[in-house]
């Protein structure tokens, strides 16, 4: 079960553009929490702790409104076109009892037996769809490589997950894969072409010497020629 950052908010009294303005100039980003079937609820929450909260690439929060909890699904951030900061965030509540969907990050395990003989262990897919309550939603899903050979490749239904999480990416996507070096094989191609070079200049010296010695032998009929003319 994840650990989910927590968010003190406060609820914004004031509405409207300039009213947003003013909460960014105390160091606090303007939010709207959606409920289904209810008004949205407006917020501010201070600015250091939402780009901490964001670094970590979560989707759901955890939310302090009125000294009560409550997880949100991150909706939407509003960044700031030319500086790229936040200024504006959207959160959709969500019930503990309901599951949702959402993406999360798939990380390997183990050493695979591939690329202790020299192999290359290559992420395909760094995240999937899952669905679950949020008090289940791991912070990443872990897949085995141990027993990945050469050139060999794992899916998505290779992916362990805990219980009560449900899988919605197809399973036959491939997430892992263990190739051959590159190098290797431009050294194997590089090698055929200088055995075809190595060809092609023999060919090419073979062919000079005989025309040397076609020369040689026309050049001693001449001679022979000339002398009998004497």
Same mark, same amino acid.
């Given at each position: 079960? =994840?650990?989910?950052?927590?968010?003190?908010?406060?609820?914004?009294?004031?509405?409207?553009?300039?009213?947003?303005?003013?909460?960014?100039?105390?160091?606090?980003?303007?939010?709207?929490?959606?409920?289904?079937?209810?008004?949205?609820?407006?917020?501010?929450?201070?600015?250091?702790?939402?780009?901490?909260?964001?670094?970590?690439?979560?989707?759901?929060?955890?939310?302090?409104? #009125?000294?009560?909890?409550?997880?949100?699904?991150?909706?939407?951030?509003?960044?700031?076109?030319?500086? #790229?900061?936040?200024?504006?965030?959207?959160?959709?509540?969500?019930?503990?009892? @309901?599951?949702?969907?959402?993406?999360?990050?798939?990380?390997?395990?183990?050493?695979?037996?591939?690329?202790?003989?020299? %192999?290359?262990?290559?992420?395909?897919?760094? =995240?999937?769809?899952?669905?679950?309550?949020?008090?289940?939603?791991? @912070?990443?899903? @872990?897949?085995?490589?141990?027993?990945?050979?050469?050139?060999?490749?794992?899916?998505?239904?290779?992916?362990?997950?805990?219980? #009560?999480?449900?899988?919605?990416?197809?399973?036959?996507?491939?997430?892992? =894969?263990?190739?051959?070096?590159?190098? @290797?094989?431009?050294?194997?191609?590089?090698?055929?072409?200088?055995?075809?070079? %190595?060809?092609?200049?023999?060919?090419?010296?073979? +062919?000079?010497?005989?025309?040397?010695?076609?020369?040689?032998?026309?050049?001693? +009929?001449?001679?022979?020629? #000339?002398?009998?003319?004497?």
């Amino acid at each position: 079960m =994840s650990k989910f950052e927590k968010l003190n908010v406060d609820i914004r009294k004031e509405h409207g553009t300039s009213a947003a303005r003013r909460t960014r100039l105390r160091d606090r980003i303007p939010a709207v929490l959606y409920h289904s079937g209810l008004e949205a609820t407006p917020l501010s929450m201070d600015k250091k702790s939402l780009y901490k909260a964001l670094r970590t690439g979560q989707m759901i929060f955890e939310v302090i409104v #009125d000294k009560k909890s409550q997880f949100v699904l991150l909706k939407e951030v509003q960044y700031h076109p030319v500086t #790229d900061e936040v200024m504006h965030v959207d959160f959709q509540k969500v019930r503990e009892d @309901e599951k949702i969907s959402l993406e999360v990050a798939v990380r390997s395990t183990g050493e695979s037996q591939g690329v202790k003989l020299g %192999g290359i262990l290559v992420q395909l897919l760094n =995240s999937v769809t899952i669905k679950c309550k949020p008090s289940e939603i791991p @912070e990443f899903l @872990e897949i085995d490589v141990t027993a990945m050979e050469m050139n060999t490749n794992l899916f998505v239904k290779d992916i362990s997950l805990p219980d #009560d999480v449900e899988m919605m990416t197809a399973e036959d996507i491939a997430v892992m =894969s263990v190739q051959e070096p590159k190098e @290797e094989k431009e050294e194997e191609v590089s090698d055929e072409l200088g055995e075809e070079d %190595g060809l092609e200049d023999a060919e090419s010296g073979e +062919s000079e010497e005989s025309s040397d010695k076609a020369e040689d032998n026309t050049s001693e +009929s001449q001679d022979k020629s #000339d002398g009998e003319d004497q």
